[in-house]
């Protein structure tokens, strides 16, 4: 156990310097649920629009890791190398324990122990495991994985044990747990039973006579993963409206995916962090991946039927998959990597035990006669040799593989040079603009359209940061038609507001402000905006419920404060106003525009002292502002200071000689 744990610290010792990437951002930094550990309605509720939607679980440990290191990444990287371990040791134990209750315990000096280490090794160092070790989004994986884990190990113990209640519980408990992790739990109960049936029991009939209150518990946590996959949609489409597939062209697209990923855990080379989306095969185009597994489907079968303890191994790499690789079309995912990694043991105890029973044969054959136990014996020197010179290329490999990881910029592009698809134009897209690339950025965004309708969101900010506004608003208009309802719409819609409102196109500014402010009332922005926008139009009344609308998101901003209090003065609250223009000013104390504007609202009450204080210090703060001197010169007027007020308003002129309210109070002056 201890060479299981060293040789995953060792291989993954460097996944500590990989960065929050890509959903990482929308999981855990950007994700305010998880800033409060106890707030438990919150914690079991995580964001829709997030890979943690119905996954409570997940979402739980992140929360836990936020409130004992914040942001600070090590500590999520600890807790996704302990889970890798975790499941390592698991698989360990349920072969040891397997091999041992239908003893085979010795394969020509191998013994059981020697070989679930063997496989527990390769499987943890395997660069296929390297995406949910790295990733930290995909802790959603590898919690599922070690719950299904445990689930088998504890059924395993309960059939051997003198009192197998509290193993029994445990499997259950464990199986309901990775139904709140990730969806494909679902096949924890199925695999239980074929298990037992295998290597328990001679039929499925016996197992269920001497098991089905046990079974029937696994299947009731079915429940408990119905009731979250309501709790939320857009699995298919991960949120997207143009991403849509068949059944039957996501099946054509799973018999290149899936053979992909055998090939890579035997050669694991050229791995792929992001396949995109599925892509309109026809049978003609797919026909050598789809014979080829149809062959191995149907050799499993029958290997099944006639050696089922054989062909285990086989069939748990597909029972596994299955729900993620079969009739279930996920659209926006066509491929991951990281759907290999409960499938990756059955693959590599089916690689150890077949080299280990390939060993004995060709001993027996070489007439060789060992009486000794297995204790007494000696390890097999060939056997350690390949064993370790296998975990050592895996492990290499892996490490090079994370080493990719330590930049989103390399990581995409990694993807399009090894699976080329629009969805990784635009990737690459996505990260060269969020290093201030934009020409780069712009050149791949636009080689990601048509197919690949979110770019026109990138591609959008991007022309408009260089300039090219109206390409910018066309990009916008097709994204928000195009994709209505993904997160960005709602941040689309407020850049196109912006640029209506500064081309003083009033009418589009507040049409796009609505559309927000129907599926989102208390956003802060769009109510700033919009508030603002009702001003220039000079409906105040309209704007004030906008204006406290803001302030209850964002009640520091001085804008809107100063905003609000315009808009009471406007329709007759000026007592109301004043209120708002302190405020203004306890925000921001040295922007000299709010303190005039509370100096002329003391004014207008009649509050001509503090009018002067607040004035004053207004002058103090920019004596180059000539609506600083105005408002002073009309305090001291009211005060019966005529010559001071007559040079403050002098001085204003002074500054600027068209400022008419200084002519204005000049004249009041000559004629009072």
Not at 551 to 563: C, Y
Not at 565 to 588: D, H, K, N, P
Request: proline share 6%; net charge positive.
């Amino acid at each position: 156990m201890a060479l299981i744990v060293l040789a995953a610290a060792v291989t993954y010792a460097t996944s500590f310097a990989v960065p929050f990437l890509f959903d990482d951002f929308g999981n855990i930094v950007r994700n305010p649920q998880i800033r409060d550990v106890w707030n438990w309605g919150q914690v079991f509720s995580p964001p829709m629009d997030t890979g943690v939607a119905g996954r409570p679980l997940v979402h739980l440990s992140l929360a836990v890791n936020y409130a004992l290191g914040g942001l600070d990444t090590r500590g999520y990287h600890l807790v996704s190398l302990a889970l890798h371990v975790a499941c390592a040791l698991l698989l360990f134990g349920l072969i040891r324990r397997t091999l041992d209750a239908i003893r085979r315990s010795d394969w020509a000096g191998v013994g059981s122990v020697d070989l679930a280490c063997a496989a527990a090794v390769l499987w943890a160092v395997h660069p296929l495991t390297s995406e949910v070790v790295d990733y930290l989004s995909q802790r959603t994986e590898s919690m599922m994985a070690l719950c299904y884990m445990v689930t088998l190990y504890a059924s395993l113990r309960a059939a051997g044990a003198r009192r197998p209640a509290r193993w029994l519980v445990t499997a259950v408990v464990a199986c309901a747990a990775g139904m709140a992790c990730k969806e494909s739990m679902v096949t924890a109960p199925l695999m239980v039973v074929i298990f037992d049936r295998v290597f328990l029991f001679d039929t499925v009939r016996q197992a269920i006579r001497r098991r089905w209150p046990f079974y029937g518990a696994l299947a009731m946590t079915w429940g408990l993963l119905a009731a979250l996959l309501a709790s939320h949609s857009g699995i298919s489409s991960g949120g997207f409206g143009t991403a849509h597939t068949s059944t039957w062209t996501y099946l054509l697209n799973q018999s290149v995916i899936v053979t992909r990923y055998l090939r890579l855990s035997v050669w694991p080379s050229g791995l792929v962090f992001y396949y995109g989306w599925a892509r309109p095969l026809t049978l003609v185009d797919v026909w050598p991946y789809a014979l080829f597994l149809v062959v191995l489907v149907a050799a499993t079968v029958l290997t099944f039927v006639r050696w089922p303890r054989a062909a285990f191994p086989a069939v748990w790499v597909f029972v596994t998959l299955a729900p993620t690789s079969s009739f279930a079309p996920i659209a926006a995912e066509v491929g991951a990597e990281r759907r290999m990694y409960l499938p990756l043991m059955g693959i590599m105890t089916l690689a150890v035990i077949g080299a280990a029973t390939l060993r004995a044969r060709l001993v027996r054959r070489a007439g060789v006669r060992d009486r000794k136990s297995v204790r007494e014996r000696p390890l097999d020197p060939l056997a350690i040799g390949l064993a370790l010179v296998a975990a050592v290329v895996l492990s290499v490999v892996t490490v090079a593989r994370t080493r990719e990881y330590r930049s989103a910029l390399t990581l995409a592009q990694t993807v399009l040079a090894r699976w080329p698809t629009p969805n990784a134009e635009q990737l690459v897209g996505q990260e060269l603009a969020d290093t201030g690339q934009h020409e780069e950025a712009i050149s791949h965004l636009r080689r990601a359209l048509p197919e690949f309708a979110p770019a026109h969101y990138y591609l959008g900010r991007e022309l408009l940061a260089v300039g090219k506004v109206d390409e910018a608003m066309a990009e916008f208009q097709a994204f928000v038609t195009e994709e209505p309802t993904l997160p960005p719409v709602r941040s689309t819609r407020i850049l196109m507001a912006r640029v209506f409102a500064a081309r003083h196109e009033i009418p589009q500014t507040i049409e796009q402000l609505r559309l927000v402010l129907v599926s989102a009332p208390a956003d802060g922005d769009a109510n700033g905006l919009m508030a603002a926008a009702l001003a220039d139009e000079h409906a105040f009344a309209d704007a004030i419920p906008h204006y406290q609308a803001a302030l209850a998101a964002r009640p520091a901003d001085p804008n809107a404060w100063n905003g609000l209090g315009v808009a009471l003065v406007a329709t007759g609250r000026g007592g109301e106003a004043i209120s708002a223009f302190r405020q203004a000013v306890a925000a921001s104390p040295g922007d000299v525009r709010v303190r005039v504007n509370l100096a002329r609202a003391l004014l207008d009450q009649g509050n001509a002292a503090l009018a002067s204080e607040e004035a004053q210090q207004a002058v103090a703060l920019a004596p180059a502002e000539p609506a600083a001197h105005e408002v002073l010169g009309r305090a001291l007027a009211s005060l019966g200071r005529p010559a001071d007020a007559r040079r403050e308003f002098e001085r204003a002129l002074a500054l600027d000689p068209s400022y008419a309210p200084a002519t204005e109070g000049l004249r009041k002056l000559k004629s009072g």
